[in-house]
Nanobody
């Protein structure tokens, strides 16, 4: 029906950069807010960044000034540019999107990607 596919994770040295991508596909009428969450071993999932349909953004304090979220509505894709990466950024990163589907646009669904591993290590 509708799915979110993530890419861009991997191993990087401290101070390096990565760009995560998350593309939505399927029977989509419209996409509302999109965001990125992360979960490290032994910790709860936390919000990293969100971007609304009117381009308003919000970031966790731990990533402000280092990460940037953006979206390409023509491609139904949200990105997370991660710079100056630190070991504490190591986690599984999940994308999230609120989506209205064709033929039932009155209802908003909450979709999640499968997660992509980001490891920051020297």
């Amino acid at each position: 029906q509708v799915q979110l596919v993530e890419s861009g994770g991997g191993l990087v040295q401290p101070g390096g950069s990565l760009r995560l991508s998350c593309a939505a596909s399927g029977s989509i009428d419209s996409i509302g807010p999109m965001g990125w969450y992360r979960q490290a071993p032994g910790k709860q999932r936390e919000l990293v960044a969100v971007i609304t349909s009117d381009s308003s953004t919000n970031y966790a304090d731990s990533v402000k000034g280092r990460f940037a979220i953006s979206r390409d509505n023509a491609k139904s894709t949200v990105y997370l540019q991660m710079n100056s990466l630190k070991p504490e950024d190591t986690a599984v990163y999940y994308c999230n999107a609120h989506i209205r589907r064709r033929l039932e646009a009155w209802r908003e669904y909450d979709y999640w990607g499968q997660g992509t591993q980001v490891t920051v290590s020297s």
